[in-house]
Each structure stands twice: as C-alpha cells, then as structure tokens.
Antibody
Framework: QPQLQESGPGLVKPSETLSLTCTVSGGSISSSNYYWGWIRQPPGKGLEWIGNIYYSGSSFYNPSLEGRVTISVDTSKNQFSLRVSSVTAADTALYYC???????????????WGQGTLVTVSS | QSALTQPPSASGSPGQSVTIACAGTSSDVGRYNYVSWYQQHPGKAPKLLIYEVSQRPSGVPDRFSGSKSGNTASLTVSGLQADDEGDYYCSSYAGSSNFAVFGGGTKLTVL
C-alpha cells in the first residue's frame, strides 16, 4: 500500500481559496488502476466525497461542490492537489486524500488514506 | 443530509453480533454492486473493511461481512471485540458523476 500525505495551510480566510497537496510515496500516481481522491469530514460529522482525478488529468467532482472545486495532478512530483474557492465556515473540515481502486483488487473503494489535515475557515 | 442513511448508533456485548444497515436508492446502492464499508477509530483515518458489497481486503478479519438486498446494504460484525468500537461508514458508487456517496456514519459501542 502506498503512503499518502496531505499538506497545506491550516487556516484560510472566508472568501479566499483553500489549497492542499497530497504527496504519494511507495507507489506511482501514474498507475492505470487507480484514481486519486479528496474526501472531507467536518468536525464531529460524517464523510463527504469531494472529487477524484486520474493520472491523465480526467477529473470528477461532487455535484454539490462543482464550480468551486478543482483537482489537478502532477505526475512528475507524484502529487495531486485540491483547490476550493470562495470558502466559508462550512468548508471547515478534516481533509483526506485517498486512493480509489478502479481496476485492481479493491474495486471501487478508497483503499489507502492519508492521515488527514484540518483546515479552518476563519478571519 | 447524507445521501445514504445509517442508524446513528449501534451496540453489542463482547462476543455478540451486530448488524448496521445502510439505506440508499435505486440510483446508488440498488443499482451498483459497489458498496464499501469503512471503520474509523477516533483521531484516525478511515480504514477499508468491505468492498463490492461483501469482499474483504487482505488483512480484514472474516468477523466482518457485508451483504445487500435491494436498496439496502448491511455490515455484520460477529464476535464483537473491544477494538471494534468506532464509527462505521457505508459508501456506494453512484455513477461517474458521483464516485462515492457516503452514509452519515454509525457509532458502534461494545458494552
């Protein structure tokens, strides 16, 4: 299993853009068997899928967030990134990056997760 | 409001079995055999327990089992152990526009 590590600012001001990066080690982000995704969890609440990206750059987003979310991939650095624009307090959450198994063993599930990073939206 | 519906809590004594239901719709759970279950201990990232309704990843004990009937999926934990306490989330694939819809989570307590 690869290791995934989120990084980025822990505090973002309202109306600004939240930016996070996930670095993958112990495996190639260019594998054709996987998508790479972002999931968030507001404090004390459940999980919400944000979006997934393939190494080719093909991306899919949660309809409820589409328009504010962009996920990109940098295969040369084995990283993928998340941007959420026009943030409000409702975007305060623990943000996880994870691997989505598309065609390997654990079909259509998130089988490897980062430890998560807390992002607080506050002025 | 979560797309999938789970009971907020469940409990059982050590050694007993407990089943957690996950109600979806004909657009997600009922349409695809891509239901997965995750276990989350406090302060930790979720861990995959079940994929494709009833398949266990390598390393997950066979005390954990999954099933589906119609629009409802279920996770059964047999032989409850203290370490099984935590939050459990179901998830379903719902098409390319919605890779993963999650349930609201169920807090499992081992009495």
């Amino acid at each position: 299993q690869p290791q995934l590590q989120e990084s980025g600012p822990g505090l973002v001001k309202p109306s600004e853009t939240l930016s996070l990066t996930c670095t993958v080690s112990g495996g190639s982000i260019s594998s054709s068997n996987y998508y790479w995704g972002w999931i968030r969890q507001p404090p004390g609440k459940g999980l919400e899928w944000i979006g997934n990206i393939y190494y080719s750059g093909s991306s899919f987003y949660n309809p409820s967030l589409e328009g504010r979310v962009t996920i990109s991939v940098d295969t040369s650095k084995n990283q993928f990134s998340l941007r959420v624009s026009s943030v409000t307090a409702a975007d305060t959450a623990l943000y996880y990056c994870a691997r989505w198994d598309y065609a390997s063993e654990n079909y259509y599930s998130f089988d490897s997760w980062g430890q998560g990073t807390l992002v607080t939206v506050s002025s | 409001q979560s797309a999938l519906t789970q009971p907020p809590s469940a409990s059982g004594s050590p050694g007993q079995s407990v089943t957690i239901a996950c109600a979806g719709t004909s657009s997600d759970v009922g349409r695809y055999n891509y239901v997965s279950w995750y276990q989350q201990h406090p302060g930790k990232a979720p861990k995959l327990l079940i994929y494709e309704v009833s398949q266990r990843p390598s390393g997950v004990p066979d005390r954990f089992s999954g099933s589906k009937s119609g629009n409802t999926a279920s996770l059964t934990v047999s032989g409850l152990q203290a370490d099984d306490e935590g939050d459990y989330y179901c998830s379903s694939y719902a098409g390319s526009s919605n890779f993963a819809v999650f349930g609201g989570g169920t807090k499992l307590t081992v009495l």
